[in-house]
C-alpha cells in the first residue's frame, strides 16, 4: 500500500503562483509513477501532469503546458506541482496519484493510478 498526503492548497489571485507537493509513504517512491488530477465542480476529474518512475519523463495537459511544472524528489519521497500564471479556470480540487505500472498504461488516465491522496482545495480569483 501506499499513503499519499497533499500539501494544503490554497486560495489566490489569477496570475499568481501555487506549489503543492505529495509526500508517499509505504512503497519505494522511484519505483512509483506519479500524477496530478484535478476535478472542478460538476467536472469530471482530468488529468494534469505526471513524471515516470524510471526515466522522469514529464507529460501535461494542453490546458496547463508551459504553466504547470511537475517534479519528483526520490530522496524526499515527494512529488510537486508547481503552478504559475494560475486562471480562475484552474480552480478545483486537486489530488496526486500513484502507481508502478507493469506494461502499456496510459499515464492520463485516472484508473490507471491506484493509489490516491485526499485532495487539495486551489481556488483562483478572477
Known amino acids: 500500500q501506499v499513503q499519499l498526503v497533499e500539501s494544503r492548497g490554497g486560495f489566490v489571485q489569477a496570475g499568481g503562483s501555487l506549489r503543492l507537493s ?3 509513504s ?9 500524477g496530478w488530477f484535478r476535478q472542478a ?10 513524471v515516470t518512475w ?16 511537475i517534479s ?3 530522496a524526499k519521497n515527494t512529488a510537486y506541482l508547481q503552478m504559475n500564471s494560475l486562471k480562475a479556470e484552474d ?22 493510478y491506484d493509489y490516491w491522496g485526499q485532495g487539495t482545495q486551489v481556488t483562483v480569483s478572477s
Open 22 to 24: 505529495c509526500v508517499a
Open 41 to 50: 465542480p460538476g467536472k469530471e476529474r482530468e488529468f494534469v501532469a505526471a
Open 26 to 34: 509505504g512503497r519505494t517512491f522511484s519505483n512509483l509513477r506519479m
Open 91 to 112: 480552480t478545483a480540487v486537486y489530488y496526486c496519484a500513484a502507481d508502478n505500472p507493469t506494461g502499456y498504461s496510459p499515464i492520463s488516465v485516472p484508473d490507471e
Open 72 to 74: 519528483r524528489d526520490n
Open 54 to 69: 524510471n526515466d522522469g519523463n514529464t507529460y501535461y495537459a494542453e490546458s496547463v503546458k508551459g504553466r504547470f511544472t
